[in-house]
């Protein structure tokens, strides 16, 4: 079978792909229970998948509890604070664990490392799991997802003039939605923008990025005057049922949309139901480059934890080479380390993982990091540009009064969280700050 390494470009931009140390044996004696506490796989058919597939074959029960960020992060705080602590494995995007490295509540995986070596995780990843420290190691990776354009190929045959699928400007992704609308008389292009869609990791990692070149610093800036315009411009061909979908495949299936952007677990069943209806391809680029949110997620283990032998033995079976590939199957995430995978692998997986490789890839790829050391606050930091969305697109307000307001509203939570910038913004030396 054909060996894959789906890795980010985070790993060939900051240290390149290295593997290391030695082999990790079986754990000889029994096992008591283990509490995982998660604020990834949280919709009721991941966590069951988790549950019944991907925990399948752990010699131990695994407590498995999907929690929103707020409440992850105000339980394994006060457990430390109480010492009383009763989680023993916490699995995080890289941005939630800040929190829990300044109060000391993570326990160092250093050793740990050693013992996984032959899992050949991808030095930048390792980097990231330091969390800025040159001799610790606070999250082991677990897997890797970001966002991508799904189509339906009826939609291919109205692309713009010269338009290459594969390295789409925003411009043309609107003059192609335009086309359609023209040709069919609907609305054929979707966003998730409903309740618990994903609409805010579109501007904070692809939208804001691509013209402004950042996340945050220029949050209010010309570019970002100009962007919004463009966006409200586009959302004229966007179908009016986005404002109620959370996940955009099941759109996709029943042909209310033809284009769309979702996370690539939010898109994986309509390609694995129908592979043949469907081409994958990167998001498009604007005028800094395309901008674009690799998601990067660990496993940690808490500081007193109360199984941490437990602990240790479910990072060892979440890593293996053959859970990854299972875990792709699953529910989407990609491998973190070198996976051998299934002959029996949907078509749709592999049509994600070669969208992910031409998107990461791209020449003027820009990646952005998902919200870091925001905490609980990370919601309010969400909503920010959520609002300032529903404001100027939908409700059609002044836009550079709009943006002046909220971007206040979200200084003062970097100001309270005390929240440095992060990538694709410029490293700041305390807060970061709005311009």
């Known amino acids: 079978m054909k060996r894959i390494v789906y890795l980010s470009v985070i790993a060939s931009l900051l240290l390149g792909l290295t593997g290391l140390g030695a082999a990790c044996g079986p754990t000889p004696t029994p096992l008591g229970p283990v509490t995982f506490l998660s604020t990834q796989l949280r919709p009721v058919e991941e966590a069951e998948k988790m549950r019944k597939v991907i925990l ?210 939010r898109l994986i069943n309509a390609l694995k139901q129908k592979p043949d209806d469907f081409v994958v391809m990167p998001a498009p680029a604007g005028p800094k480059g395309l901008g674009f949110m690799p998601v990067i997620v660990g496993l940690a283990i808490t500081k007193g934890a109360p199984n941490r032998a437990g602990a240790e033995k479910l990072i060892e079976h979440l890593t293996r080479p053959e859970t990854q590939a299972v875990t792709l199957r699953e529910v989407g995430f990609f491998p973190v380390v070198e996976a051998t995978i299934p002959k029996d692998l949907p078509v749709g997986i592999r049509m994600e993982g070669e969208g992910v490789a031409k998107q990461s890839a791209a020449k003027t790829a820009l990646p952005s990091l998902l919200p870091v050391g925001l905490g609980g606050k990370g919601g309010e930091f969400n909503k920010v540009y959520l609002d300032t969305f529903t404001r100027i697109v939908i409700k059609g307000e002044d836009i550079a009064k709009v943006l002046d307001e909220q971007a206040k509203a979200m200084q003062k939570i970097l100001d309270e969280t005390k929240a440095p910038c992060w990538p694709p913004d410029a490293p700041s030396v305390g807060p970061c700050k709005v311009k």
């Open 56 to 265: 399948a074959g752990f010699p131990a029960k695994v407590d498995f509890i999907p929690e929103d960020t707020g409440p992850f992060t105000d339980r394994i705080l006060a457990e430390q604070k109480a010492g009383k602590v009763t989680v023993d494995v916490v699995g995080g995007l890289h941005g939630d664990l800040p929190p829990f490295i300044e109060a000391g509540a993570l326990e160092d995986l250093t050793p740990l490392l050693a013992k996984l070596g032959d899992r050949k995780f991808p030095a930048a990843f390792l980097e990231l799991g330091r969390m800025g420290t040159k001799d610790k190691l606070y999250y082991i990776p677990w897997m890797q997802a970001t966002y991508l354009l799904a189509a339906n190929k009826k939609a291919l045959q109205y692309l713009p003039t010269g338009a290459n699928q594969d390295a789409l400007t925003y411009d043309q992704l609107k003059q192609w939605a335009a086309n359609v609308q023209k040709a069919t008389g609907e609305k054929k292009l979707g966003f998730p923008a409903g309740p618990k869609g994903l609409m805010h990791r579109f501007f904070q990692g692809y939208l804001y990025p691509s013209y402004t070149g950042g996340q945050v610093t220029g949050y209010r800036s010309p570019e970002a005057v100009k962007m919004w315009q463009e966006f409200k411009d586009l959302w004229q061909y966007v179908n009016p049922q986005s404002t109620t979908y959370d996940f955009m495949q099941e759109p996709l299936l029943a042909g209310e949309v033809w284009i769309a952007f979702d996370h690539t677990a």
